[in-house]
């Protein structure tokens, strides 16, 4: 009887196709998206190797770890390298996966080493597929895809944390209020922090009726106590319409929202 043996070898899209021909019958049903996400980590040469998550085939010849793996080389067409475990016991199959945990997007970020880890987050799993043509809104970010972003756009991600931060007794939904911050520091970098800052309750000026950040102030705070319910991504819809409103020097009493997601602040300089 032959003992298992594990070896690095090339992976082609034949040779992946054949062993998933192999595909034992209790494998999990596939996920077409994670599949996408893996083939475009090959695509992009993102993919590597070191994995301790072995492609198992069993003494019978079966694929019984690894189909995800061996969908993405066929999908994308790339010859990859990966470690390759041969004869494993039949009934290892019931034993695969039981300590799988994926990491989350704040995961990765904290990796990055970013502050504010967890609302930065949120920021880029709302903005990466707006921002990343590319990726299918709720699509998996790949691990390039959240540093590149990060390093890019550090600055104004820890300026909107921050600024959404200090607004915490304000707004329920800091990371989502942040990534429309995000938005509207990319218009203008200091304008948008100085409006920001009016929408904390620590403000030391009191603002008139009809001004727009008092009225953003206000809509966060009925969302956070309840009395309404906002629309999906509301607080980042909010923050953009309400500092376009300020930026054209308009006053604003109440603040519309749809199912539609503004991507840049709609604004006339009028000042």
Same mark, same amino acid.
């Given at each position: 009887?032959?003992?298992?043996?594990?070896?690095?070898?090339?992976?082609?899209?034949?040779?992946?196709?054949?062993?998933?021909?192999?595909?034992?019958? /209790?494998?999990?049903?596939?996920?077409?998206?994670?599949?996408?996400?893996?083939?475009?980590?090959?695509?992009?040469?993102?993919?590597?190797?070191?994995?301790?998550?072995?492609?198992?085939?069993?003494?019978?010849?079966?694929?019984?770890?690894?189909?995800? %793996?061996?969908?993405?080389?066929?999908?994308?067409?790339?010859?990859?390298?990966?470690?390759?475990?041969?004869?494993?016991?039949?009934?290892?199959? =019931?034993?695969?996966?039981? =300590?799988?945990?994926? /990491?989350?997007?704040?995961?990765?970020?904290? =990796?990055?080493?970013?502050?504010?880890?967890?609302?930065?987050?949120?920021? @880029?799993?709302?903005?990466?597929?707006?921002?990343?043509?590319?990726?299918?809104?709720?699509?998996?970010?790949?691990?390039?895809?959240?540093?590149?972003?990060?390093?890019?756009?550090?600055? /104004?991600?820890?300026?909107?944390?921050?600024?959404?931060?200090?607004? #915490?007794?304000? @707004?329920?939904?800091?990371?989502?209020?942040?990534?429309?911050?995000?938005? @509207?520091? %990319?218009?203008?970098?200091?304008?948008?922090?100085?409006?920001?800052?009016?929408?904390?309750?620590?403000?030391?000026?009191?603002?008139?009726?009809?001004?727009?950040? %008092?009225?953003?102030?206000?809509?966060?705070?009925?969302? #956070?106590?309840?009395? /309404?319910?906002?629309?999906?991504?509301?607080?980042?819809?909010?923050?953009?319409?309400?500092?376009?409103?300020?930026?054209? =020097?308009?006053?604003?009493?109440?603040?519309?929202?749809?199912?539609?997601?503004?991507?840049?602040?709609?604004?006339?300089?009028?000042?």
């Amino acid at each position: 009887m032959s003992n298992p043996t594990i070896q690095q070898i090339d992976v082609d899209p034949d040779y992946a196709k054949s062993l998933l021909g192999t595909l034992d019958p /209790r494998q999990r049903v596939q996920r077409p998206r994670h599949v996408q996400f893996l083939a475009r980590e090959m695509e992009s040469g993102n993919w590597h190797s070191t994995t301790n998550d072995l492609i198992v085939v069993s003494k019978s010849g079966t694929l019984i770890n690894g189909q995800h %793996r061996m969908a993405a080389v066929v999908l994308s067409g790339v010859t990859s390298k990966f470690w390759v475990m041969y004869d494993a016991p039949d009934d290892s199959y =019931g034993v695969m996966d039981q =300590g799988n945990s994926p /990491r989350t997007l704040g995961d990765y970020v904290r =990796g990055a080493g970013a502050m504010y880890s967890s609302m930065i987050a949120t920021i @880029c799993r709302l903005l990466l597929p707006i921002d990343n043509k590319d990726l299918a809104i709720s699509s998996r970010a790949s691990t390039a895809d959240i540093q590149r972003y990060i390093n890019d756009e550090y600055d /104004r991600l820890l300026v909107a944390a921050r600024l959404a931060e200090s607004s #915490r007794d304000v @707004c329920a939904s800091k990371g989502t209020f942040a990534a429309g911050i995000v938005i @509207c520091l %990319r218009h203008d970098d200091s304008k948008a922090a100085e409006f920001f800052e009016m929408v904390s309750t620590s403000y030391p000026h009191g603002l008139d009726a009809g001004h727009p950040a %008092r009225t953003l102030r206000d809509l966060l705070i009925a969302d #956070r106590l309840k009395k /309404r319910q906002l629309v999906k991504g509301g607080p980042m819809k909010a923050a953009i319409r309400a500092y376009s409103a300020w930026i054209e =020097g308009k006053k604003l009493f109440v603040i519309k929202l749809d199912e539609s997601m503004p991507t840049t602040p709609k604004v006339k300089v009028t000042i």
